[in-house]
Nanobody, 126 residues
């Protein structure tokens, strides 16, 4: 069974930084076969796209709300994808999920992804 596990969430003050990680195991033997995206779901909100990275990291795409503040990266040797979050704002408070799809290119829609982690909470205090 494919598994994605997020880690690194926590509580941070406005303007602070945090890095969340997504590590694959189980059926996802090699994460290099998957494009990986980060989504988030804030209180009372729908799950929304944050960032996506292509299989070998050559292409990335960001939501306008996080562009120039967040950076997605990957280390296929460690079967992991990362989201570096800088200049955090209270509106970034959410559960952050990673998702994987065995497909080339980039995708921003929730329904495109086959595998999901259980999420990690990020809380930004004002």
């Amino acid at each position: 069974q494919a598994q994605l596990a997020e880690s690194g969430g926590g509580l941070v003050q406005t303007g602070g930084s945090l890095r969340v990680s997504c590590t694959a195991s189980g059926r996802i033997v090699s994460i290099s076969a998957y494009r990986v995206a980060w989504f988030r779901q804030g209180p009372g909100k729908e799950r929304e796209f944050v960032a996506v990275i292509s299989r070998f990291g050559t292409d990335t795409l960001y939501a306008d709300s996080v562009k120039d503040r967040f950076t997605i990266s990957r280390d296929n040797d460690k079967n992991s994808v990362y989201l570096q979050m800088n200049t955090l704002k209270p509106e970034d408070t959410a559960v952050y999920y990673c998702a994987a799809k065995s497909q080339v290119g980039l995708g921003t829609r929730v329904e495109e992804y086959d595998y999901w982690g259980q999420g990690t909470q990020v809380t930004v205090s004002s």
